[in-house]
């Protein structure tokens, strides 16, 4: 019998990644019994609340989420509050906040706004976290544009060294609408891995290289979808649209075939 949740999975895989969040939401009512499993296993748009002791924006995701709750990493409180809530420890809060405060710049700089969160838990050998980043275009009734990316880290401390798994998915959105061209939607997303050994001198630097594995892979993925999205898009539109009039290609295509079909007979 085929297993259900892999069941769950297969189904999200065929249906538009544009719908994740509406569809995940209905496979949970359907089987409660995977809720816990799909949550953490599927990466889905980001959203966005804004703390109330700070006033300022952050982004929700399952590593900041207790149950119906969503830590704050400004504030660095659960929203609404849980008791006995686990927190990171004050080493691994100071990274944290330093990471939030490196981040924020680094989004202004390349994205020229948007919303960024980061959030440190504690491992046995190290830490581990998880650095979001969300970017939307003003929607309008005519067109609609998201960039969702979540980096997740794994940051093992071997005395001077520390061993860095970095685990990122984009979840890239674009739809466009018009009387002349109608309608096209461009939804998908992208995981990639990456393993490096970085030195260490103090906590500072794990805030540092974080930032470099963080900005290369984006880098990379950046390039990737614009060549997977953007390459096949333009592939796609060059195929259905015909520039020279049809009659004309027809004639042509005649015209190839025959000479074909003639040096074939040789």
């Given at each position: 019998?085929?297993?259900?949740?892999?069941?769950?999975?297969?189904?999200l895989?065929?249906?538009?990644?544009?719908d994740t969040?509406e569809?995940?939401?209905r496979?949970?009512?359907?089987v409660?019994?995977?809720t816990e499993?799909?949550?953490t296993s599927v990466?889905?748009?980001?959203?966005?609340?804004?703390?109330?002791?700070?006033?300022?924006?952050?982004?929700?995701?399952d590593y900041?989420?207790?149950?119906d709750?969503?830590?704050?990493?400004?504030?660095?409180?659960?929203?609404?509050?849980v008791p006995?809530?686990?927190l990171?420890?004050?080493?691994?809060?100071k990274m944290e906040?330093?990471?939030?405060?490196?981040f924020?710049?680094?989004r202004e700089?390349y994205?020229?706004?948007?919303i960024?969160?980061?959030?440190?838990?504690?491992?046995?050998?190290?830490?581990?976290g998880?650095?979001?980043?969300?970017?939307?275009?003003?929607?309008?009734?005519?067109?609609?544009?998201t960039?969702?990316?979540i980096?997740?880290f794994?940051?093992a401390?071997r005395?001077r060294?520390?061993?860095?798994?970095?685990?990122?998915?984009?979840i890239?959105?674009l739809g466009t609408e018009?009387?002349?061209?109608g309608g096209m939607?461009?939804?998908?997303?992208?995981t990639?891995?990456v393993?490096?050994?970085?030195?260490?001198e103090?906590?500072?630097n794990h805030?540092?290289n974080?930032?470099r594995i963080?900005?290369?892979?984006?880098?990379?993925m950046?390039?990737?979808?614009q060549?997977v999205?953007?390459?096949k898009?333009r592939?796609?539109v060059?195929?259905?649209?015909?520039?020279?009039?049809?009659?004309?290609?027809?004639r042509?295509?005649a015209?190839?075939?025959?000479?074909?079909?003639n040096?074939?007979?040789r």
């Amino acid at each position: 019998m085929t297993d259900p949740f892999d069941s769950a999975l297969d189904l999200l895989r065929r249906l538009n990644p544009k719908d994740t969040s509406e569809n995940l939401n209905r496979l949970c009512s359907l089987v409660p019994d995977l809720t816990e499993d799909l949550l953490t296993s599927v990466d889905q748009p980001l959203e966005v609340r804004r703390c109330k002791k700070t006033g300022r924006d952050y982004l929700l995701c399952d590593y900041n989420r207790d149950g119906d709750s969503w830590r704050s990493p400004w504030s660095n409180e659960f929203e609404p509050p849980v008791p006995d809530a686990e927190l990171p420890s004050e080493r691994v809060r100071k990274m944290e906040v330093k990471a939030n405060e490196a981040f924020d710049v680094y989004r202004e700089l390349y994205f020229e706004g948007g919303i960024s969160s980061v959030y440190f838990w504690n491992l046995d050998d190290g830490f581990a976290g998880v650095v979001l980043l969300k970017k939307s275009v003003n929607p309008t009734s005519k067109s609609t544009g998201t960039w969702d990316s979540i980096h997740v880290f794994e940051a093992a401390e071997r005395a001077r060294t520390a061993h860095y798994k970095l685990t990122s998915t984009v979840i890239l959105n674009l739809g466009t609408e018009s009387e002349s061209l109608g309608g096209m939607d461009l939804s998908g997303n992208m995981t990639r891995q990456v393993e490096q050994d970085l030195l260490i001198e103090g906590d500072e630097n794990h805030v540092a290289n974080l930032g470099r594995i963080v900005e290369d892979m984006e880098l990379k993925m950046r390039n990737l979808l614009q060549e997977v999205y953007f390459g096949k898009a333009r592939d796609v539109v060059g195929d259905l649209r015909s520039i020279p009039p049809l009659s004309e290609t027809n004639r042509d295509r005649a015209t190839q075939r025959e000479m074909i079909s003639n040096m074939s007979s040789r």
